[in-house]
């Protein structure tokens, strides 16, 4: 059985994974084919950024959103899964989104 400290690393790499992919899609998205918008009014601003600007922003805030998920697994246990699952469920729904406007380019 694994340990808990290696799921938590584990849950972790997989949200920090899925905000960055999130991130290159979007990115790929909206500025090389024009085919997509950004839904997220605060994020609008960072895809008019040149690329390594959005690229800076957005690893900070997926350093953060890591930093704040290995305080609540340290400090918090109790509300870490809840925290991951909704971290990584919410990134899910963005992934399906993507394979569907990836969908639609490929097959127009």
Request: net charge positive; hydrophobic share 55%; with cysteine.
């Given at each position: 059985?694994?340990?808990?400290?290696?799921?938590?690393?584990?849950?972790?790499?997989?949200?920090?994974?899925?905000?960055?992919?999130?991130?290159?899609?979007?990115?790929?998205?909206?500025?090389?084919?024009?085919?997509?918008?950004?839904?997220?009014?605060?994020?609008?601003?960072?895809?008019?950024?040149?690329?390594?600007?959005?690229?800076?922003?957005?690893?900070?805030?997926?350093?953060?959103?890591?930093?704040?998920?290995?305080?609540?697994?340290?400090?918090g246990?109790?509300?870490?899964n809840?925290?991951?699952?909704?971290?990584?469920?919410?990134?899910?729904?963005?992934?399906i989104?993507?394979?569907?406007?990836?969908?639609?380019?490929?097959?127009?």
């Amino acid at each position: 059985m694994e340990s808990s400290e290696k799921v938590c690393n584990r849950k972790i790499i997989i949200l920090f994974t899925m905000i960055m992919l999130d991130y290159f899609l979007t990115y790929i998205g909206i500025n090389m084919l024009g085919c997509i918008g950004e839904s997220n009014q605060l994020l609008v601003k960072m895809f008019e950024m040149s690329f390594m600007k959005s690229l800076i922003i957005r690893l900070i805030q997926a350093s953060v959103i890591v930093l704040l998920s290995w305080i609540i697994y340290k400090y918090g246990n109790k509300y870490f899964n809840d925290y991951m699952t909704f971290g990584i469920g919410i990134n899910t729904v963005v992934m399906i989104l993507h394979i569907i406007w990836i969908t639609i380019y490929l097959i127009n």
